[in-house]
């Protein structure tokens, strides 16, 4: 899997995160044919020497090693088992990633599907938003064979700096849910506590300052207070897909008779958000929670 000049590399979604993991590959020297919905959003990748195709089907086709981060489950779906999909019409041998956050039970369904064709597919959520993405320093959790895993690593770490293997097919998306579970609590924690800065007559960018490395430092707190203070809401994640990936938490959860407060409470204040027309922007607006 060393080899740029042979491996050709596909690439399926083009979106906030996907455009720059897509530009890391391309960087590295792979060739790299992309698609997705909209063929603006690959613009830039194409001015970069990527090569456009018009189907999922054209990609399995062409790329021996095919990343996929979509929107939604029904996408993923739709994008490995549909007609035009990936499983159909890919080789036996190629190695199919998919960096969705998507339900663990998809995922090992997509896993059987593929596996009786001789393609091995991994699940490969991601953490680190769109910072971690240009960065190249997401975390990324995989699910799948170990030797699957082992094969496509070299890959995997230009697109993050954490790169675990979780175990079989689902583990990488049942770790995924773990850590939106943490984040989703979290958000409330920082955004009430930057509020009550603000209501206690302080400085909020003084108060991060002092929070911000101590014990109740976190990846939200140093990354996302900044742009709530600057009124920057801008999807670095949006908000529409934070909420399909608390739907799925609370689903596996409720497979597992587990009570999950804190998740729960969370999703139901994005949720009102977007019934206020945020759901395209960025997580960090749950600051606006408190503001209206």
């Known amino acids: 899997m ?4 042979k491996t050709i590399i596909g690439f399926i979604g083009t979106g906030v995160m996907g455009n720059s993991m897509a530009g890391h590959i391309l960087a590295a020297g792979y060739p790299l044919v992309v698609y997705s919905r909209t063929k603006e959003k690959a613009r830039e990748l194409l001015e970069k ?9 054209q990609v399995a086709e062409t790329a021996s090693i095919v990343f996929t981060m979509v929107g939604y489950p029904t996408d993923v779906e739709e994008v490995f088992l549909g007609d035009n999909g990936l499983i159909r019409h890919g080789l036996s041998g190629s190695y199919f990633i998919d960096m969705t956050t998507s339900s663990p039970s998809l995922a090992g369904k997509i896993y059987q599907e593929a596996k009786h064709k001789g393609i091995q597919v991994l699940d490969a959520p991601v953490s680190g938003g769109d910072i971690g993405a240009k ?12 030797e699957s895993f082992d094969a496509v690593l070299p890959i ?4 993050g700096s954490n790169v675990v293997y979780q175990g079989k097919s689902g ?19 920082v955004c ?18 002092s929070i911000s490395t101590g014990a109740a430092g976190s990846w939200s707190l140093s990354n996302l207070v900044p742009r709530m203070l600057k009124a920057d809401f801008e999807p670095g994640f949006y908000i529409k897909h934070f909420i399909k990936d608390m739907k799925i938490a609370l689903e596996e959860a409720n497979r597992m008779d587990m009570d999950v407060p804190g998740l729960a409470l969370a999703k139901s204040l994005y949720d009102q ?11 960090q607006a749950l600051y606006k929670y408190w503001k209206s």
Do not use: F
């Open 2 to 5: 060393n080899s740029t000049e």
């Open 49 to 57: 020497g990527a090569r456009w195709v018009d189907t999922p089907k």
């Open 135 to 146: 960065e190249a320093r997401l975390s990324i959790m995989v699910g799948g064979e170990k």
């Open 156 to 159: 995997l770490k230009l697109l």
């Open 171 to 189: 583990a990488g998306q049942h770790t995924k849910m773990s850590n939106q579970i943490a984040i989703a609590s979290n958000m409330i924690g």
């Open 192 to 209: 009430e506590a930057i509020i009550y800065a603000e209501k206690a007559g302080l400085d909020p960018e003084a108060v991060l300052k």
């Open 273 to 283: 958000l977007a019934e206020r027309g945020e759901e395209n922007s960025g997580t």
